[in-house]
């Protein structure tokens, strides 16, 4: 299985090596495998730059000076809102693995004074604080527990006033029209042990659960839409 920021643990002993592997347009993969019948963890920057674009176009940063985003892999997200937004520094919170990756990445963008890795497994440690939490292509990965786990985690770590972005392939509310968000939530329940895709509803009343005060979806590139809960 080859999931983007799925942030699995790794199984004792030495942190694996990370691999290379060409693609057809020259994009790399990085990937790196992190224990026995755990998912591949990989980083690819085209996979989601037009969200990542988008969220920092759209997204009104101006309110905010800090990020954090979870299972940021290459660390395009922090990097794509710094570039856009020079009074915003950043955290990419990801396992050990992925630290060269996004290191190399942040420093082909000349970014390194603002933005930083942070080491770490986001459903068992201390999420680092920061104005804004996002979670791209992460909370589909994981079952309902764990989505309200990690929900919560962001919720905690904010402060008052703070934003939790979430981007998915996000499902409309009548499960008609998005053909590829139903196809993404098959594509989940088969490659990971209870991940789904979901309703902007589903979303919204999980962060209202959590204690997110407001909520809004809005649409970004191509299949992919945000749902945002202030704190």
């Not at 085209?46 to 660390?75: C, H, K």
């Not at 309902?144 to 786990?149: A, F, G, H, P, Y």
């Not at 589903?202 to 970004?220: K, M, N, Q, S, Y």
Request: with cysteine; aromatic share 10%; charged share 15%.
């Amino acid at each position: 299985m080859v999931t983007k920021g799925t942030n699995a643990p790794a199984s004792s002993g030495d942190t694996p090596p990370i691999h290379f592997c060409a693609m057809p347009t020259g994009a790399r993969i990085a990937y790196s495998v992190i224990g026995e019948g755990a998912p591949l963890v990989w980083a690819a920057p085209w996979f989601n730059m037009g969200a990542a674009q988008a969220i920092a176009r759209q997204f009104p940063w101006g309110e905010y000076t800090s990020v954090l985003d979870l299972g940021t892999a290459e660390g395009n997200l922090p990097v794509q809102v710094a570039r856009t937004h020079p009074h915003v520094s950043g955290i990419g919170f990801d396992l050990p693995p992925l630290a060269p990756v996004f290191a190399e990445y942040v420093s082909a963008h000349d970014l390194e004074p603002r933005l930083r890795f942070h080491a770490g497994d986001f459903l068992k440690d201390p999420l680092p604080s920061a104005d804004v939490v996002v979670m791209g292509m992460i909370l589909h990965d994981w079952d309902l527990d764990e989505k309200r786990v990690l929900i919560a985690k962001a919720y905690a770590t904010l402060p008052p006033g703070g934003a939790l972005i979430v981007y998915d392939t996000v499902i409309d509310d009548d499960r008609r029209q998005h053909a590829f968000g139903l196809l993404m939530s098959l594509n989940m329940l088969i490659e990971t042990q209870g991940g789904f895709d979901y309703t902007a509803a589903d979303c919204i009343g999980w962060l209202t659960d959590a204690g997110f005060r407001e909520t809004a979806v809005e649409p970004l590139t191509g299949p992919m839409s945000m749902v945002v809960g202030i704190k």
